[in-house]
């Protein structure tokens, strides 16, 4: 079942670090953001989970919750999350369940190689559990600013 825009989250649940269950009902009434990365520890994907750090009080000012979503594991998202002192929980859906709800798995060229990669993109969901923004194929630059700009207009819209 894909997602789509102005629609509800189909049922999902996904375990995250810290000990956290995310489902597809875990944060109604709240704002939820939710950003998949290719992999921790490269260059873009650190800085993205950097800008997202970086900004995660205004967030949480604006009600929301972030989570990143890579295809890492546990301990691979244990480590980047201690290393950026990221204040913010790591989904790993290892089994790219998520991945695929979201279509985020792409067929990308690297090192002239075709390979299965997850394509950068965020989506907004809001207090209802209906999606209410995605980005996808992003820049990370000046991505955060954008996906915040967005929350604290869902905010408003909700006040």
């Not at 995660?56 to 989570?67: I, M, Q, R, S, T």
């Not at 993109?121 to 955060?144: C, D, M, Q």
Request: with cysteine.
């Amino acid at each position: 079942m894909a997602i789509v825009v102005n629609k509800p989250l189909p049922e999902f649940e996904a375990n995250a670090t810290g000990g956290l269950k995310v489902s597809n009902t875990s944060h109604l009434g709240q704002i939820l953001v939710l950003y998949f990365y290719p992999k921790d520890n490269t260059p873009g994907c650190t800085t993205e989970a950097m800008q997202f750090r970086d900004k995660y009080k205004d967030f949480v000012k604006a009600g929301a919750a972030v989570f990143g979503v890579s295809r890492d594991n546990m301990k691979s998202h244990d480590k980047f999350k201690q290393a950026l002192e990221l204040p913010f929980e790591l989904i790993a859906d290892t089994e790219e369940k998520l991945c695929h709800m979201f279509g985020v798995v792409k067929n990308k060229i690297m090192y002239g190689k075709k390979v299965k990669g997850i394509e950068r993109s965020t989506f907004l969901i809001a207090p209802n559990g209906i999606l209410v923004g995605e980005w996808r194929g992003i820049k990370v630059a000046g991505h955060v600013d954008e996906v915040l700009k967005a929350v604290k207009g869902l905010k408003k819209e909700a006040a």
